[in-house]
């Protein structure tokens, strides 16, 4: 188990707690206290920072445009037809492009990813966390969405 200590915790249903401890057990929040939490776990000492819950990036391309590469990491448009509603995000996705590490370290921890605007279908969305190795377990929700688009790029 894991525990923050001492920082100044912004909560989803209790506020904003100053000096708080969290409790995490195997990546999951079993406790926020404005006490100490007892027991013999890592600590990470957190005073003076904030810390807040997992932010959710309701409107993504990660791992369909990927940062390093060349043309075949760039699988967020299916160019082919104007209409392809049967494409998946899901089956583009490289959960080892850079982009999921920056999401991380920016406090993102899930994202809706799904296809670009080149189609005025352009395919089905995935719901997923930002951490793990292989894509299928990464999934949350699959379809959860259908890209559609109706005028240009900007």
Partial sequence: MLSIE???IFTVTNGIINDGFI????????E???KPIKGNFEKINAKGKLVFPGFIDAHSHLGLFALEGGWEGFDGNEMTNPSTPAMRAIDA????DPAYKDAISAGITTIFTGPGSGNVVGGQSVIMK???EIADEMIIR?????????GENP
């Fill in 6 to 8: 001492r920082g100044k």
């Fill in 130 to 132: 930002t951490y793990g």
């Fill in 93 to 96: 996705i490289n959960p080892q």
């Fill in 23 to 30: 409790l995490i057990d195997n990546g999951r929040i079993k």
């Fill in 142 to 150: 699959n379809p959860a969405g259908l890209k559609c688009a109706f």
């Fill in 32 to 34: 926020i206290s404005s």
